[in-house]
């Protein structure tokens, strides 16, 4: 049997932890991959680019998932940055401009039309029953802004050339990158 001293410090001890988790707030999670995010400064694609990004998406993608949450944002970005330095990347965000560049270029190639694509899906927006006038408004206006992004992000010729000679390998990171978040 414990002595009732030490019971009541223990109970208090765990409810000053249990506040001091409650109160701290949580570091905004990294993502190694944002589906459908446009590169923040396109890059110009190389062979060379191609084979870094393929070389080292799995080492800089698990470091990204290691750091998650811990400590703070300065620390995590200077380990991210030494993990990109080791493939060649200058940083952590040159890595994910290359990433975002890479597969904007990917889904170009794939998706040649987009305007197709968007004219379809607001050809199909006036039939749906369940929303309102504002809503069926709001979401052309929304695809039609999209589309604007999509068209101004129009890779090069000299990217889509060196992105299409590796479209088979491209592929399962292209899946990544254009999968719903879940």
């Known amino acids: 049997m414990k002595p009732p001293g030490l019971v009541a410090a223990c109970c208090v001890f765990a409810l000053a932890y249990a506040g001091t988790i409650a109160t701290q707030t949580t570091p905004t999670p990294i993502q190694a991959v944002q589906t459908f995010s446009l ?6 694609l190389t062979e060379d680019t191609i084979k870094r ?6 080492p800089v993608a698990a470091t990204v998932r290691e750091v998650d949450g811990r400590g703070e944002a300065a620390e995590r970005t200077v380990v991210l940055d030494v993990k990109a330095a080791e493939y060649g990347f200058a940083s ?5 401009n290359t990433t975002n560049t890479i597969m904007v270029t990917y889904h170009w ?3 040649p039309d987009p305007r ?3 004219d379809k899906a607001i050809a199909a927006i006036p ?4 929303l309102s006038d504002q809503e069926k408004a709001d979401m052309i206006a929304g695809l039609k802004a999209g589309l604007a992004k999509v068209e101004n992000a129009k890779p090069t010729p000299e990217n889509m050339a060196i992105v299409q000679k590796h479209l088979r390998t491209l592929k399962p990171f292209y899946e990544l990158w254009a999968a719903p978040p879940g």
Do not use: I, K, R
């Open 92 to 96: 952590f965000s040159d890595w994910v």
């Open 39 to 44: 590169p923040e400064q396109p890059v110009s």
């Open 116 to 118: 197709a694509e968007v």
């Open 53 to 58: 990004f393929l070389f080292g998406f799995a």
């Open 127 to 130: 039939s749906m029953p369940n």
């Open 109 to 111: 190639a794939t998706n």
